[in-house]
């Protein structure tokens, strides 16, 4: 009897990480999806509630890391209960990485809400409609331990990352052709590397889920479609449209 209930008791402490996990995962979906929106529709007040609500994502971390170091601790887990808990520490830190730079794109939002409107601007919803997509796949694939489902978010960074130098270009055009437009292109450039970053965090998720089903690291090199460490913008291109 003692032994059937520590298993029991033990099984649940392993549902409860990752529905905490679950829960975590929600909220930094839902921070991406107000800081999107408080760029969209140039609104402050949703920005600044966005930044608010990070310190839940904080709080959930810090009581998964609790709990994961306490089964540790207690239970001395081995073999998939090993990688269910390693796991978890591993989501959990991507996560909160998501709400930071979630909460970077509000804060970027109110500062480029003081400015006038940023034609290339409107690349910006896309790239998180894109990464909010790239979140909820990898939890599910998460939640239901689905490896084809994880790959294929694995495979999507590579869109995210076209997506954003495509805009790197084009705001740099922008800003070549006004200095005026230095300025808010700047915050959009950061806005716009932000939601890249939640994408290689999508990633990580994934290549974590692989190992927690499967047991190894993908072995694959990780696609990447970001090219604006070789961007070039040529002067003399922008003068000849004018």
Do not use: C
Not at 26 to 36: D, F, H, R, V
Not at 136 to 151: E, Q
Not at 177 to 196: G, M, Q, S, V, Y
């Amino acid at each position: 009897m003692p032994t059937e209930h520590l298993a029991k008791s033990f099984e649940e402490e392993l549902k409860r990480l990752q529905s905490l996990i679950a829960r975590m995962g929600g909220l930094a979906e839902a921070q991406l999806a107000s800081a999107i929106r408080a760029v969209a529709e140039r609104d402050s007040e949703r920005a600044s509630t966005t930044i608010r609500g990070d310190q839940k994502v904080d709080d959930l971390e810090r009581e998964i890391d609790d709990l994961a170091l306490k089964i540790l601790a207690l239970r001395q887990p081995m073999a998939v209960d090993l990688r269910v808990i390693l796991s978890a520490l591993k989501i959990g830190a991507d996560l909160e990485r998501i709400a930071d730079y979630a909460a970077n794109v509000a804060k970027r939002a109110i500062a480029l809400n003081q400015l006038g409107p940023v034609p290339p601007a409107y690349a910006v919803p896309r790239m998180g409609q894109v990464a909010q997509a790239m979140i909820k796949d990898v939890l599910d694939a998460y939640t239901n331990r689905d490896v084809a489902k994880a790959i294929a978010v694995w495979n999507r960074d590579e869109e995210l990352d076209e997506l954003y130098s495509s805009l790197f270009r084009e705001l740099l055009t922008y800003m070549m052709e006004d200095p005026r437009n230095i300025t808010p292109a700047t915050h959009l450039l950061f806005i716009a590397k932000n939601i890249e970053r939640i994408g290689d965090h999508s990633t990580n998720i994934a290549e974590t889920v692989h190992f927690l089903v499967v047991g190894s690291q993908l072995a694959e090199a990780r696609p990447k479609g970001d090219a604006t460490s070789f961007t070039v913008v040529h002067p003399h291109r922008v003068e000849s449209k004018s």
